[in-house]
């Protein structure tokens, strides 16, 4: 680990339904990503490995201590999510004037961690190194009537921010969305965010077209890319696809080099 890089920290973000007791690893999740970490020398509950929380946190000690949320918490409009990103990484940075960020997002995690760099970072990039996110709904969601089935089990399935990413999808020729995702992506690497957009060909749940960002022939714009799901493990197959990319050896690896790879403001993603 280079002695510049001792200061980057990891923030997780949980999807739609997740939940949290308060403690900062009991439900933070991305299991397999976290214990592969070893190979650079970081601990499975490292203090440099920060949980999201939906309902916010504060700052103990120097150490960052997520609120407790519910998984109706999750459910609220992604401006609400991504004001608590912003609140927990000017606390942090508060204590810790030299810290910078990895953000990785699974899902909506993903989703708020993109929007939320839109929103503070273009412009301003110093505190944000990378930005990984991994079956995100970038686009919205086009599995309206998966997300009803979904939604007489999982009440939060119904919630505003899964209607809000339903009718983002239905616009998104009218309003561009695609066109000002890849603009923002563009600027993100020209800052010298290391960005990639991750997405599994079999999940129903976020369409891989809409989770990474792709030319008109298929192939990602950035460092991401999409993968297949092992569909022999587990039961609801294509649901499970949408976990799976939490397991993935590759994925693992990108997360990890960006976080070796030294920090330097005047990079690109087009040169490394």
């Known amino acids: 680990m280079p002695v510049n890089e001792k200061e980057t920290y990891v923030i997780f973000l949980s999807g739609l339904d997740s939940h949290c007791d308060g403690t ?8 397999y990503i976290r214990s592969k970490f070893n190979q650079v020398g ?5 203090e440099r490995f920060l949980m999201y929380s939906y309902t916010g946190g504060k700052v103990e000690a120097g150490r960052w201590d997520p609120n407790p949320y519910e998984p109706v918490d999750t459910g609220q409009p992604i401006q609400f999510s991504v004001m608590h990103l912003k609140n927990m990484i000017d606390e942090f940075t508060l204590h ?4 910078r960020y990895v953000l990785v997002g699974h899902s909506l995690g993903g989703r708020i961690a993109f929007d939320y760099v839109i929103k503070y970072h273009l412009e301003k990039p110093e505190p944000i190194k990378g930005v990984i996110t991994l079956n995100s709904p970038l686009i919205g969601i086009s599995y309206y009537r998966i997300v009803n089935i979904l939604a007489t089990f999982r009440s939060v399935w ?3 921010v899964v ?4 009718a983002e999808y ?8 695609v066109e000002k995702r890849i603009e923002a992506a563009r600027r993100m690497t020209e800052a010298g965010i290391y960005l990639a957009t991750f997405g599994t060909r079999q999940d129903i749940v976020v369409n891989p077209l809409l989770s990474c960002l792709t ?5 990602t714009l950035n460092r991401g890319y999409i993968i297949s799901a092992n569909l022999l493990r587990g039961v ?7 976990m799976q990319i939490l397991c993935f050896e590759k994925v693992a690896n990108y997360i990890i080099l960006v976080y070796c790879c030294p920090s330097d403001p005047t990079r690109t993603n087009n040169n490394h």
């Open 24 to 31: 900062p690893y009991n439900q933070m999740g991305f299991e």
């Open 42 to 46: 970081l601990t499975y509950n490292d």
């Open 96 to 99: 810790h004037p030299d810290a």
């Open 158 to 160: 119904g919630s505003s």
């Open 163 to 166: 209607k809000q990413l339903a």
């Open 170 to 177: 239905q616009l998104r020729n009218e309003l561009g969305i």
């Open 215 to 219: 030319d008109e022939y298929g192939y």
């Open 236 to 242: 609801f197959k294509d649901l499970g696809s949408h």
